[in-house]
């Protein structure tokens, strides 16, 4: 990377980090669109030039599918967007997804040389920079198309982790069907992750863009009803299976008042909003009322996400978590921009009761928390305050304490091991005990995040490969393109 | 195609006999199960109980009445159109057994849903007495199939005019009194139905299965939305029912909750109405946004 103009690692210091221009909190507070509009070409070659080029590559050993960041950065500084996108591609195939909803703070930012005192290079917001400009100019090719192989794989799911296996497999030869519950392909990238930060019409352009590569989905398909996993096999004629089912089962808390009309879960609530477009009601004939004043309980993404969801649909909105601040496990942008909305932060807080009234809610019962020792997870573990507690008025809450293994599929499946809490084992090629069905994403880890699902799935789809061609697994003696 | 209308065609005032093309769900149907039907691109997620299907046609049908936006936009909809997603089979099928005599009540929409469980539960060796409810006689449909394959029917009509006076309950406990057993009991139709019926075999200690139709979003366990209240424990309708224990179901939490959405329902319905008479359009901003 010599052609780079040369600015020595004190003047590239000297960058401050690019601000990317944002729609008006008290605007977008009343509007569904995007949040962050994205860099100009000019601030994104600026941004590039902060990059070092560290020679250890940091940044790249803390992106969970090794993206070739300084590289691709480079290409940025140059003004090669194109080349950069498709730099990133080889490893991440979803780029101006992940270039919005990764955690990069505590993965490829978090890791830069500059991120302590200079804030780390905007990763993030690069790499999102080129994939939408590659989009928007129209410059996505279809890339060449190995020898059809007349190998067929069924994809159970439509979420990144699927998407994922169905590019790599298409691409290699093999005939790829993908299984939808739902009536739009995407997981949780469009049921659950809401417009304003991850617009919709992403998502399906890079549906679209599988398509035009010949991968076939097959929408509205509950694998476990509509279909078997014999059918699959035994009728359908696939020769391998990968699930990306997704950890769709959402928690409640198990307190009184958890039944009454008003109580959601943010599965629910965000479908109802994402997914069925009830924000456009009565456009869209989904419902979701308006609420005074909503609680939402939990601290992660999805917690910020119905939080900000209830205060675009007009709400006065509290997130009541148990922990401090520091704690919450959101990405940090979410909960900066929640707070910038006017959402409340009720913290070391934790529900004991949802309060109702003729079967609605009218409030819920909350009880202070102090942090004691540290848990197995290393955070400190909330204790409840004895005789603290006290009463919100709300009349929605919306409870996003986390999500567990769906078992609708997983319980058909007589060949495939699970472990305790209901998810599938695989073993370091995502592979199942059953040698033809692979698995990866939430599935396999637990909620986690989109960029691991996409990982699990490139490994998978490696290891589908080697099996569909009679080749050596990854890992295995003689295997090829070890790394 | 999946989705494909056959017929739509009013059986009885404000009924329609529904047959989609389907030919996946119809290998796959089991009685107790259900489908869900989003109407057009901008209609929501509604539940429709299988009232038949044949596998070697590929076809599946429904009944259903005309109650809110999403069944008037179904009523409007002509054979060769297609609805916009359809979904299926949904549920646990109903656990059919050999109990002796078995007492199939259906009312509203369940005269249409109680046909595959008849017949089920006759060809498990059942001797079955299928009860069928209206308002009045005019409204009882569906009655041809379901003599096909009950061993014996019998009509009651709130206002006396055909059969026994009354509802399911009021000619279950005529029965009763004349000294007829029953060895299990399953309701389908509207919730009121279900739950006086449920009230009425439980003194006798008939065991008793009700499907229970919770509103629904996804229909995969995927929301929470369908929870009700069975025996103190919180379950899913759409996963682990729709088939619950009649004498255990919680018929307060469950009228509450399907009453969550009246005034959202009674607003669309008006709004759609407006728009189709031209007094409102979308608004701008709601256009703009709009993929
Ligand atoms: C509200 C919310 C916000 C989030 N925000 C972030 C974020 O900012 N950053 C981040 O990195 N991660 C975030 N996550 C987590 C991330 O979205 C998930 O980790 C990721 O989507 C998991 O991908 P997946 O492919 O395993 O499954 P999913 O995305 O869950 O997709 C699974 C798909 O499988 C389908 N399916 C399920 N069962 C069946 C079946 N039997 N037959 C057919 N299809 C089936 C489902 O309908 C679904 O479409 C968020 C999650 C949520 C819920
Ligand atoms: C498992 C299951 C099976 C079902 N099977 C059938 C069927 O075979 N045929 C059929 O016609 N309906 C059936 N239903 C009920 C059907 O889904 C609702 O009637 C439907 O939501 C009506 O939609 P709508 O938009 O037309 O009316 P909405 O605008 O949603 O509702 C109009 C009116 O109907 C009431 N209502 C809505 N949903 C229900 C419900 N689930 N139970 C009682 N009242 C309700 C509302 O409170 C409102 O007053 C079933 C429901 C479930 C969960
Ligand atoms: S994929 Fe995520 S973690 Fe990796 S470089 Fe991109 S934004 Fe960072
Ligand atoms: S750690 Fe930061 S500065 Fe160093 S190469 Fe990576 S992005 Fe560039
Ligand atoms: S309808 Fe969503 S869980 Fe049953």
């Not at chain 1, 965000?270 to 477009?277: E, G, V």
């Not at chain 2, 009700?228 to 509450?256: I, M, N, Y």
Request: net charge negative; with cysteine; proline share 6%.
């Amino acid at each position: 990377m010599s052609k780079r103009p040369q600015l020595t690692p004190r003047e590239r210091m000297a960058i401050p980090r690019a601000k990317m221009p944002e729609q008006d909190p008290a605007a977008r507070a009343t509007n569904f669109r995007e949040v962050p509009l994205g860099l100009t070409p000019e601030q994104a070659m600026r941004e590039a030039e902060r990059c070092l080029n560290c020679r250890k590559r940091p940044c790249v050993a803390g992106c969970p599918v090794g993206v070739q960041i300084p590289e691709f950065i480079a290409l940025v500084a140059e003004g090669r967007f194109v080349e950069a996108a498709r730099l990133i591609k080889e490893t991440n195939v979803l780029p101006a997804i992940t270039g919005r909803v990764c955690p990069q703070e505590v993965q490829c930012e978090g890791n830069c040389t500059l991120f302590k005192k200079y804030g780390g290079v905007s990763i993030g917001a690069l790499e999102r920079f080129v994939a939408d400009y590659e989009r928007e100019h129209g410059l996505v090719e279809i890339p060449p198309k190995a020898e059809p192989t007349g190998k067929k794989v069924a994809i159970i799911g439509s979420g990144p982790s699927g998407l994922t296996v169905a590019g790599d497999l298409i691409k290699l030869g093999h005939e790829v069907v993908v299984f939808e519950a739902l009536h739009e392909p995407g997981g949780v990238l469009v049921y659950g992750i809401p417009e304003f930060r991850l617009p919709k019409d992403i998502v399906r352009a890079e549906v679209d863009y599988l398509v035009r590569q010949g991968v076939k989905f097959e929408m509205n398909a509950v694998v476990g009803m509509t279909y078997t996993m014999d059918e699959l096999f035994d009728e359908l004629g696939f020769d391998a299976v990968y699930i990306g089912v997704g950890a769709g089962l959402p928690r409640f808390m198990g307190i009184p008042g958890e039944d009454l009309n008003g109580v959601y879960s943010a599965n629910e609530y965000l479908t109802r909003s994402n997914l069925l477009k009830a924000y456009l009601f009565p456009d869209y004939d989904c419902p979701l009322p308006p609420a005074k004043k909503v609680c939402v309980v939990g601290g992660g993404n999805v917690a910020m996400d119905a939080a900000r969801t209830a205060r675009r649909l007009g709400a006065d909105v509290t997130i009541v978590y148990r922990r401090a601040r520091e704690q919450l496990p959101a990405r940090a942008e979410e909960v900066h921009h929640a707070e910038e909305e006017g959402i409340h932060f009720q913290l070391l807080s934790n529900p004991v009761r949802i309060i109702g009234e003729a079967g609605r809610v009218v409030g819920m019962e909350c009880i202070r928390m102090r942090l004691g020792e540290p848990d197995e997870s290393g955070r400190r573990r909330p204790i409840p305050i004895e005789g603290s507690n006290f009463n919100i008025d709300c009349d929605q809450v919306v409870i996003a304490i986390g999500s567990a293994a769906n078992p609708l599929l997983t319980k058909t499946l007589k060949t495939v091991k699970l472990n305790k809490w209901g998810y599938i084992e695989v073993d370091k090629n995502n592979r199942t005990s059953d040698p033809r069905i692979w698995a990866g994403g939430d599935i396999v880890t637990g909620a986690a995040t989109v960029i691991s699902a996409m990982g699990a799935g490139r490994i998978a789809a490696r290891s589908i490969h080697a099996y569909l061609m009679g080749l050596p697994q990854p890992g295995e003696e003689g295997a090829e393109g070890e790394q | 195609m999946a989705g494909r209308i056959i017929e739509n065609e009013e059986v009885v005032p404000n009924v329609r006999r529904l047959v989609l093309e389907a030919p996946q769900i119809a290998r796959r149907a089991r009685p107790g199960q259900f489908i869900i039907v989003i109407p057009d691109e901008v209609g929501e997620r509604v539940p429709f109980s299988l009232a038949d299907w044949d596998a070697d046609a590929g076809t599946i049908t429904a009944f259903y009445l005309e109650a809110g936006v999403s069944t008037l936009k179904l009523s409007r909809m002509q054979p060769g159109e297609s609805v916009h997603a359809l979904v299926g089979p949904l549920g646990r099928p109903t656990v059919i057994k050999k109990y002796g005599t078995v007492l199939v009540g259906g009312g509203c929409y369940g005269l249409g849903a109680m046909y595959p469980l008849v017949r089920a539960f006759k060809e498990a060796g059942n001797r079955v007495v299928a009860l069928m409810e209206g308002r009045t006689s005019y409204v009882i449909y569906n009655e041809e199939k379901v003599r096909e394959v009950a061993d014996e029917v019998i009509i009651c009509t709130a206002d006396g005019s055909r059969g026994i006076r009354g509802h399911v309950k009021e000619a279950f406990e005529a029965l009763s009194e004349e000294g007829r057993k029953f060895d299990y009991a399953h309701f389908v139709g509207c919730t009121y139905m279900m739950m006086i019926s449920s009230k009425a075999t439980e003194p006798y200690g008939i065991p008793t299965v009700v499907s229970l139709n919770a509103l629904m979003v996804d229909g995969t366990g995927m929301c929470g939305c369908c929870r009700v209240l069975v025996g103190g424990e919180t379950r899913f309708a759409c996963v682990d029912g729709p088939d619950f224990d009649g004498h255990k179901v919680d018929w307060d939490q469950v009228f509450s909750r399907l009453a969550a959405y009246v005034p959202q329902e009674n607003l669309a319905y008006q709004y759609l109405k407006c728009r189709e008479a031209g007094s409102v359009r979308a608004s701008p901003v709601r256009e703009e946004v709009r993929p």
